[in-house]
């Protein structure tokens, strides 16, 4: 079995991608190899993010890892929240906070449309920096549904669905989001690499 570093702190996102990789791979995350401080996210897009955190933790560890960033956006807000989609209502905000101004900024607007698109910064064994992305349509909703996932996943409904992201179970979800997107071209390479 081949472990693989995830840089990450989020219980949900490891979740769900321990679901994408399978049986194949182990996960480690942030806590697993040592890492418990905050790591810093200051690029102004989702790839600099994404190599920021994959970086950090190569660096630290000097184990091959990788590491996402997702960004939602609506094309109302002119791409916003963007790169900030995490603390959107500021850096100490929950994702209750976020969803909140979202729908607050959204009042009276008739074009919902959105997307969430993840990048995922991959460094090998030999310190080359590999990226894969992934992008899922749809719109946001007036109010939130449902209670499963995490994040914005009550509010964005995906294209051609009448479900949003938490009204859908996992296993639905994990086959036409954003992050599952990205990681199938990531599981691909990975299986292309042994």
Same mark, same amino acid.
């Given at each position: %079995? ?19 990789? +399978?049986?194949? *791979? $182990?996960?480690? #995350?942030?806590?697993?190899? /040592? ?7 200051? $690029?102004?897009?989702?790839? /600099?993010? $994404?190599?920021?955190? &994959?970086? =950090?933790? =190569? ?5 091959? #890892?990788?590491?996402?960033? @997702? ?7 002119? /791409?916003?929240? /963007? ?6 209502? +500021?850096?100490? #905000? ?19 449309? $959105?997307? *969430? ?9 030999? +310190? ?23 994040? =914005?996943?009550?509010? *964005? %409904? ?5 479900? @949003?992201? &938490? ?15 990205? %990681? ?11």
């Amino acid at each position: %079995m081949r472990t693989l570093v995830f840089a990450t702190g989020n219980k949900h996102k490891a979740e769900e991608v321990q679901d994408f990789l +399978g049986k194949g *791979f $182990a996960l480690s #995350c942030l806590k697993d190899v /040592g890492i418990t401080e905050d790591i810093p996210e200051t $690029a102004d897009t989702l790839e /600099g993010n $994404a190599l920021q955190k &994959a970086k =950090y933790v =190569y660096d630290k560890t000097g184990k091959s #890892c990788f590491a996402d960033d @997702t960004g939602l956006e609506v094309d109302a807000l002119n /791409g916003a929240p /963007g790169v900030y989609t995490a603390r959107y209502a +500021g850096e100490s #905000c929950s994702s209750e906070d976020n969803i909140n101004l979202l729908l607050k900024n959204l009042e009276n607007v008739k074009n919902r449309t $959105a997307r *969430f698109r993840t990048v995922i910064a991959y460094i090998d064994n030999n +310190g080359s920096v590999h990226y894969f992305d992934g992008i899922a349509e749809g719109s946001i909703i007036q109010e939130r549904c449902g209670i499963q996932g995490f994040g =914005y996943d009550p509010i *964005f %409904m995906p294209k051609g669905y009448d479900k @949003t992201f &938490a009204q859908l179970p996992l296993s639905e979800k994990n086959k036409i989001s954003h992050r599952a997107l990205a %990681m199938q071209k990531f599981i691909s390479f990975l299986k292309d690499e042994k």
